[in-house]
């Protein structure tokens, strides 16, 4: 009687670490999933922010929208780059600023496999107001690069940027 | 066995639960230790006109004024019997839902004919990125009503099909242009280099039941995301206003008059030497209006080395030659996106400024051709966003029509 008591007090806990692991597989799924970086809203703390943590660096600010061919030309050289070197000093902003596009925006990030960087977004019916912080004398187009020095100074690019410069700016 | 089982179980949970919280702790690590966390705003639910990101206005030939714009997959319209002051209930345009484009340059198009039709095109996005089609649907009996919706373009090809434009005559006669990439498509199956799109048009009557459009392409390498302008000179002939690619990326305005006799126009005239190069997009058309002494006049935005700005100028001789350019708006408020019509001896030019915080929207006018305009006064503000201002007009009112999401439609005369 006694053995069969153990056994049944066996099968329940073999039961309950079945689903225990079960639950452990699933928490380890959601947080890979979890852990692809996800897009920020952009705003005047987050651009300070932003610059702050990257100050005595060299980095890249790229800014992209979904209706703008070219700048997926260049999100694929940063892809590709990515792929050939560590630690890339690069922050992502998309400048949408549209909610429609919010699902559209993170399945791009995720094409391009672009979720390990800090990515942000423009706000809904802010955009302009982002656009005039960030750079008052940009107007818009698109893609738009900022190349910022180790002392934080800004240089503005627009237009598709050639691999060769974005390699020669980000890989010291 | 069991405790062996349970001892590798507990050894594999342990492994997966440090993954994990290494997984996390680099995500946030990479994140830069910023808290905020992606802000959803609640989208608009409602269909309303303040819900729009475009809206698209013009006066039938009765008067009544019908503004249009997308929410979803459908289509949606008001008219105004007092020019804008009060509008109808809000119609749905009954046709099968799909997908509209309808933000920044891309918005759909309504015009009429003098028989109670209305025209409807819009571009509809593809399941690939960056492709679309060109549709089209009539009303014969204004806006009760519509066709099921065809497609324009007729190439079949899951490629650019956008930045439609539309005029219609008063007797049916449709008129379509917009950016198509089947050339740089099939280009870029043969591995070889593309640059920009192609400009194209299609014509059909449906009165006449000539009911599937024609496709004639009428310029190569065109910028791939400005709108189109266009208008009708006093020969009942088309002239059609655009950016263009010259040379290395440097984007300049382009003029083509679809001439009637045998001495058609087969090269576009340039009409910017501002010398923007930019591999990228410039998100900014120009416009073009035609008065009664067949004097072209036309507005643009460029940041070139050479010019920089919104520009005004005119042409007697259909873009061959042309005034010499006259700078509109405070570059460096941001005047951008600007739009003009003509109507009599006035010339109307309106633009929208930033302030960093609110958008504006500013007027001026000429009444001698071009040659001065009067100071330039802002007419309205914004707060959440400014769609493009376009002027239209009725009889010898002009009208400003300027979206402002979430805040309101603006219609003023001018």
Not at chain 1, 23 to 40: Q, R
Not at chain 1, 81 to 109: F, K, S, Y
Not at chain 2, 351 to 363: C, I, S
Not at chain 2, 374 to 383: C, D, F, P
């Amino acid at each position: 009687m006694a053995s069969s008591e153990t056994r049944a007090f066996g099968a329940s806990i073999m039961k309950f670490f079945k689903k225990l692991t079960y639950a452990v597989f699933i928490w380890f799924l959601v947080g890979i999933s979890t852990s692809f970086a996800e897009s920020i809203a952009f705003d005047k703390t987050q651009l300070a922010s932003v610059k702050m943590q990257n100050m005595g660096k060299q980095w890249l600010m790229l800014l992209w929208s979904v209706d703008c061919p070219p700048c997926f030309k260049e999100l694929a050289i940063i892809q590709k780059l990515q792929g050939q070197h560590d630690d890339l000093a690069v922050v992502i902003i998309n400048t949408d600023a549209n909610d429609e596009i919010n699902a559209e925006r993170e399945e791009i990030i995720k094409k391009f496999e672009l979720g390990n960087f800090t990515n942000f977004h423009f706000v809904d019916g802010r955009g302009d107001q982002s656009r005039f912080f960030i750079d008052p004398n940009w107007y818009g187009e698109l893609p738009r690069s900022y190349f910022i020095e180790s002392n934080g100074k800004f240089h503005g690019k627009s237009g598709l940027v050639n691999q060769s410069i974005l390699t020669q700016w980000l890989v010291n | 066995m069991y405790t062996l089982i349970y001892r590798l179980l507990l050894c594999v949970m342990f492994f997966l639960l440090l993954f994990t919280v290494n997984k996390s702790t680099a995500a946030e690590h990479n994140h830069q230790a910023m808290v905020s966390k992606v802000v959803q705003t609640e989208n608009c639910k409602e269909i309303e006109v303040t819900c729009a990101k475009t809206v698209t206005s013009v006066f039938a030939p009765n008067d009544d004024l019908w503004r249009l714009w997308a929410q979803n997959t459908s289509m949606y319209f008001q008219i105004s019997i007092d020019n804008g002051l009060t509008f109808s209930d809000v119609n749905r345009v009954a046709i099968d839902k799909e997908k509209i484009s309808a933000r920044n340059e891309n918005r759909p198009k309504i015009a009429f004919d003098k028989y109670q039709g209305v025209y409807l095109s819009w571009a509809t996005p593809k399941e690939k990125k960056h492709t679309a089609d060109v549709r089209f649907s009539y009303s014969s009996d204004y806006g009760k009503t519509f066709t099921k919706p065809i497609t324009v373009n007729d190439d079949n090809l899951l490629t650019g099909h956008s930045f439609n434009e539309m005029l219609v005559t008063d007797e049916g006669d449709i008129n379509i242009v917009w950016l198509d990439s089947r050339l740089s498509h099939q280009l870029r199956l043969q591995g070889k280099k593309t640059k920009g799109s192609e400009l194209y048009i299609g014509k059909a009557n449906y009165r006449k039941n000539e009911t599937s459009f024609s496709n004639k392409q009428l310029a190569n390498n065109t910028c791939v995301c400005c709108r189109i302008a266009m208008d009708y000179n006093n020969h009942g002939e088309l002239a059609i206003f655009w950016r263009h690619i010259y040379g290395d990326n440097i984007r300049e305005f382009a003029l083509l008059t679809l001439s009637k006799g045998e001495n058609s126009q087969q090269t576009p005239y340039q009409i910017s030497y501002d010398h923007w190069k930019i591999n990228g997009c410039p998100h900014q058309g120009g416009a073009i209006s035609i008065n009664e002494n067949n004097r072209y006049h036309m507005v643009w935005f460029n940041q070139g080395d050479v010019g920089k700005g919104i520009f005004y100028a005119s042409s007697t001789d259909q873009g061959k030659s042309l005034t010499k350019p006259i700078s509109v708006g405070v570059q460096s408020a941001q005047a951008a996106h600007p739009h003009l019509n003509t109507n009599s001896n006035n010339i109307d030019i309106v633009w929208t400024q930033f302030t960093g915080t609110e958008h504006e929207l500013w007027h001026q006018r000429s009444t001698d051709n071009g040659k001065s305009f009067t100071q330039a006064v802002m007419l309205a503000t914004a707060v959440n966003g400014s769609d493009r201002p376009f002027i239209f007009k009725k009889d010898k009112v002009s009208y400003v029509s300027w979206h402002r999401p979430k805040q309101g439609h603006l219609v003023q005369a001018l």
